[in-house]
């Protein structure tokens, strides 16, 4: 078994030991899961210290006949983009299953069950190079998740879940009809039945049939991200879910939707992802979502929901990214994925911190916090501070790359997505003005616990993830630059040929793989 397919299943194997633990045992139900949180983290470490940064195709590739009569693999591989989501989604999976400690007394054993499940629906999603295979992923990542908003959510929770499902499955099931056609294709003009992306990347179809793939595939991950106007189980889906559902859905699932459109929608219908009116659309549609997520933000009185809704805002800059179609902007969108996921997984955590206390998610509620709670007050402001794009943390990184991106694609796009970050800064500042300085108007308040020492390991992988990024960012751009580099010159061929910049680039072959110097932050 290759190192890719031991992180892969490793949390499956746990959850067979899971269920053999009796349901009333909560105590060791728990630890196990936990136990079985830092083993999937620990598997994904190999992957991390093995791979190759100078090689820009897949690594730790695996593949293996499963449904030979019509082509269907098992066939896994990473590159810089995926491995780093799959870290993500492995660190998430951590800090979701510890937070729960106190959250869930009710079906423990089906409770963690649903989250080590979900883990391996999205690693699959994110390893995955055959499309059914992809596919089924995709789909397994819908069930657990449905559970965990419909059995262990708020007073709305059947409504979330059956919203979210219904939204998540139309996308699929039209999704499915591009996969299908893209098979067709490559069948009637090789005579060989295959899923196999990079096999599929050869196909030759006219560009009506491209566009008509494109928009297939486009709502699928579309409502995944979800870009607007396909947001709407969004907030319904965070408000309603349990904390630890919460994290996971904003800090990974979210992602597999940009992320197909980075590993499919542009490498596989170049010319559809690179006309005009295409990019024109995409880029209105997320400008809109990112002005429309922050206003919303500044109007809401619960809590969680701002912070819901604030997905919808920095979502929108990781589509600006990828459609901007250049390396800064490709590149600016994966890190921004990256941060969302650190920086909103707090948040949401600080949400959740709360509610434990409180059982209220009304702003209103609050006020003064940081007299009673000093290190929750800290905590708290290093999240805002991380989402806000404050410079030597994270969440600046991603943004001021994705910035530099779309201002070469599109001045007016640029000018107002730097809208969006003030008003981010203004939501969040005045979150935390609110809820947390000033004096206590709310005598239930009074007497709040600070964090706990499990509360503040929950945090702490977090709080340094995030300054580590945002202190060097270097390790991480070349991870994902010669990844980045194929999809650039793969939708747009010659572009770095044309850059005087890097001359030598001339004379490198695309399928190569190019490396490029990504200007992030000031640092290369």
Known sequence: MSPLSLALWTPLACLAVLLAIPSSQKAAIKLWANVSA????????????????????????????????????YYIGVDGISLLLMALTAVTAVVATLSSWNAIEDRVKQYYAMLLLLQVGMLGV????????????????????????????????????????????????????????????????????TFAIDALLGLSMPFWMQQWVFWALFIGFAIKVPM???????????????????????????????????????????????????????VGLSITGILYGA?????????????????????????????????????????????????TGMLFLVVGVMYERRHTREISEYGGLAHRMPLFATVFAFAV??????????????????????????????????????????????????????????MKNNHLPDLSPRELAVFAPLVIWAFSIGLYPKPYFEMIERPVARIVERVRPGYFQERPQAPALAELDPAAAPAIRLQAGGAR
Not at 152 to 163: H, S
Not at 301 to 320: E, M, P, Q
């Open 38 to 73: 830092l083993l999937g983290l620990a598997a994904i470490l190999p992957l991390l210290a093995g791979f190759d940064k100078t090689n820009g195709g897949f690594q730790f590739v695996e593949r293996a006949p499963w449904v030979p009569s019509l082509g269907v693999q």
């Open 126 to 193: 994110f390893a995955s190079l055959d499309f059914i295979l992809f596919y089924v992923f995709w789909e397994l990542v819908l069930v657990p998740m449905y559970f965990l908003i419909g059995v262990w959510g708020g007073p709305r929770k059947l409504y979330a879940a059956l919203k979210f499902f219904l939204y998540t499955l139309t996308g699929s099931v039209l999704m499915l009809l591009g996969i299908l056609t893209l098979f067709f294709q490559h069948w009637s003009q090789s005579g060989a039945p």
């Open 228 to 282: 607007f106007p396909f947001h709407t189980w969004l907030p319904d889906a965070h408000t309603e879910a349990p904390t630890a559902g919460s994290v996971i859905l904003a800090a990974v699932l979210l992602k597999m939707g940009t992320y197909g459109f980075l590993r499919f929608s542009l490498p596989l219908l170049p010319d559809a992802s690179i006309d005009r009116t295409i990019v024109q659309v995409l």
């Open 295 to 343: 206003l919303v933000c500044l109007m809401q009185k619960d809590w969680k929901r701002l912070v819901a809704y604030s997905s919808v805002s920095h979502l929108g800059f990781c589509t600006l990214g990828i459609f901007s179609l250049n390396p800064n902007g490709i590149a600016g969108s994966v890190m921004q994925q990256l941060n969302h996921g650190i920086s």
């Open 385 to 442: 501070l991380s989402s806000a794009g404050l410079p030597l943390l994270n969440g600046f990184v991603g943004e001021f790359t994705i910035l530099q991106g779309a201002f070469e694609a599109s001045r007016l796009a640029a000018s107002l997505a730097v809208i969006g970050v003030i008003l981010g800064a203004a939501y969040l500042l005045w979150l935390y003005q609110r809820t947390t300085l000033g004096q206590i108007t709310n």
